[in-house]
């Protein structure tokens, strides 16, 4: 169980183009999901927490008018990198949470911005 | 405010020997703790967790972990390592009582198992 699936699984955009990355709980309902950001050979930083209903919190730093987030069901979650540059590259990974406060990784959108 | 430290950023072994992956965390409130291991080009699988109880847990796949209080480690380990164990570490907190969705990450471990 506690599966997550993330789709799609890379993608490659032209710079000033808009990107969606889906995030699924597939046999769960997660009201709580996270966004994630991963750079090569580095630790995750979280970018955001998703509640399902409601807007989501993102972390300082984060430009939520960049990275926009919705969680419309208990198990979809969408990230949208809006006019995507090529500092947006990277790895992007979310989690959705379970009962005791674990979180469940999807196994993560590589994008490239060319 | 929490922390995780991982003291090695890389742990070069060989195959069949034992292995410890260290972890300290800083936190002034109770807080749960979890090892997270990351393949190639995959995302993270929950190895292990401590919520409370026993200090000591185990995955299904050999490594064990001991919450020491005392020490706020939360060091992994595994006596006997295989080629297949090779990818990063992570280890992670969160508060336990409030705040509870935030997991803290260390900045990982890269096991490297050679035969």
């Known amino acids: 169980g506690a599966v997550v699936s993330q789709h799609p699984s890379w993608v490659i955009c032209k710079s000033g183009t808009s990107v969606k990355i889906e995030c699924r709980s597939l046999?769960?309902?997660?009201?709580?999901m996270f966004w994630y950001r991963q750079f090569p050979k580095q630790s995750l930083m979280l970018m955001a927490t998703?509640?399902?209903?409601?807007?989501?919190?993102?972390e300082q730093g984060v430009e939520k008018d960049k990275f926009l987030i919705n969680h419309a069901s208990l198990t979809l979650s969408t990230l949208t990198v809006t006019s995507a540059h090529p500092e947006d590259s990277s790895f992007y990974i979310c989690?959705?949470?379970?009962?005791?406060?674990?979180?469940?990784f999807g196994p993560g959108t590589r994008l490239t911005v060319l | 405010a929490q922390s995780v430290t991982q003291l090695d950023s890389q742990v070069p072994v060989f195959e069949e020997a034992p292995v410890e992956l260290r972890c300290n965390y800083s936190s002034s409130v109770s807080v749960y703790l979890f090892w997270y291991v990351q393949y190639p080009n995959q995302g993270l699988q929950l190895l292990l967790k401590y919520l409370s109880g026993s200090t000591l847990v185990e995955s299904i796949n050999g490594f064990e972990a001991e919450f020491n209080k005392s020490q706020t480690s939360f060091h992994l380990r595994k006596p006997s390592v295989h080629i297949s164990d090779t990818a990063e570490y992570f280890c992670a907190v969160s508060h336990s009582t409030y705040n509870t969705d935030k997991l803290i990450f260390g900045t990982g471990t890269r096991l490297q198992v050679f035969p």
């Open positions: 989690s959705a949470q379970g009962v005791y406060n674990e979180q469940f």
């Open positions: 046999d769960f309902q997660a009201t709580t």
């Open positions: 998703s509640n399902e209903g409601s807007k989501a919190t993102y």
